[in-house]
């Protein structure tokens, strides 16, 4: 069992940086590659980024590839989402997930364990 808690969202002017964090409990965080996922009022829960177990690989969506980067501290059970030149439609809440299985995936019903999620907000 994974719990997962989110921080780090809030409210910034676009072109402006966030950087968001998600703490995992439970034992053996290694076993598991992580992944952000967001979504928007109205709309479904969509990828964001990926990461292996060991912080190796990292695989993005095209919307936020060269913009956020995903990284992991497997001694503190703590993945990242750094987030950069944010623009207004990367507005959502952004959830945290751990899936079981070391290699990273984009595809949401792999993930086993889901944080209630941070709010992200730009604005314009």
């Known amino acids: 069992q994974v719990q997962l808690v989110e921080s780090g969202g809030g409210l910034v002017q676009a072109g402006g940086s966030l950087r968001l964090s998600c703490a995992a409990s439970?034992?053996?965080?290694?076993?598991?590659?992580m992944g952000w996922f967001r979504q928007a009022p109205g709309k479904e829960r969509t990828f964001v980024a990926s990461?292996?177990?060991?912080?190796?690989?990292?695989y993005y969506s095209d919307s936020v590839k060269g913009r956020f980067t995903i990284s992991r501290d497997n001694a503190k059970s703590t993945v990242y989402l750094q987030m950069n030149t944010l623009k207004p439609e990367d507005t959502a809440l952004y959830y945290c997930?751990?899936?079981?299985?070391?290699?990273?995936?984009?595809?949401?019903?792999?993930?086993?364990?889901w944080g209630q999620g941070t709010q992200v907000t730009v604005s314009s």
């Open positions: 439970g034992r053996f965080f290694i076993s598991y590659a």
């Open positions: 997930a751990a899936r079981s299985g070391r290699g990273y995936s984009d595809l949401l019903n792999t993930y086993h364990y």
């Open positions: 990461i292996n177990w060991s912080g190796e690989d990292t």
